[in-house]
């Protein structure tokens, strides 16, 4: 076995080892699975719904474009079923994140012009 050093922010170390010690196993472990099931998703053809579920939890693809694909009307299904599929949480996409930060930008530049 190798070992390897990873630089990961204190207080998400100090998180993860609380959730360790919460669920009695190690920081070392936990990234251990997390890597092994990252391996194990890159390596096996992902079809279907899966795929879908996991451009999605990668932010790959929107809520709205996943839901339309999987002919969903619930957000909140959409999220259980990446969850069930044992897929991460998922976050916003690229174009979702570009048009947040758009916004983000427009808001600070009001602010500014009217302080």
């Not at 795929?51 to 959409?78: C, P, T």
């Amino acid at each position: 076995m190798s070992n390897f050093t990873v630089a990961i922010p204190d207080d998400l170390l100090a998180d993860a080892k609380v959730c360790a010690a919460k669920t009695g196993t190690s920081v070392n472990s936990i990234i251990r699975v997390l890597l092994e099931g990252f391996v194990r998703n890159e390596s096996v053809p992902l079809s279907g719904n899966n795929e879908i579920l996991f451009k999605y939890s990668l932010g790959q693809l929107s809520n709205a474009k996943a839901m339309k694909l999987l002919h969903l009307e619930d957000e909140e299904v959409l999220r259980l079923m990446t969850l069930h599929a044992g897929l991460p949480l998922p976050r916003l996409s690229e174009q979702e994140t570009e048009a947040m930060s758009k916004k983000f930008g427009e808001m600070i530049e009001r602010f500014g012009a009217n302080a």
